[in-house]
């Protein structure tokens, strides 16, 4: 009996997810098609857009002004340059425990 009101709890369930699904499928549809500018204007609370684009709170500053300067430059090196600058970082020694040399495997 049990599983019998599980199996029906389970279709209704179901039934209910598909057409929500498909309700909201055709209202994306139909929100899509619309013109930018209707959304805007006559959209209210359901469009949530603004007439001017919102950036992301990373591009702006304590003001909130838009930030114009590059956020990220990098300069490219050859793989030599690279190879040369991690095998001295990896072959100083460490300063965290008063400049004393790592002990490595061949050292224990």
Known sequence: MWHFLYIVAFAVLAFLAIGNLIRNLILLGSDARRSPQA??????????????????????????????????????????????????LFESPDLEDGGSERQTDKDA
């Open 39 to 88: 959304n805007a204007a006559g959209g209210g609370a359901r469009s949530g857009f603004s007439g001017r684009p919102v950036p992301h709170p990373e591009l702006l500053d304590d003001q909130g002004n838009m930030i114009r300067e590059p956020l990220l430059v990098m300069r490219s090196i050859s793989v030599k340059d690279a190879r040369e600058q991690l095998d001295a």
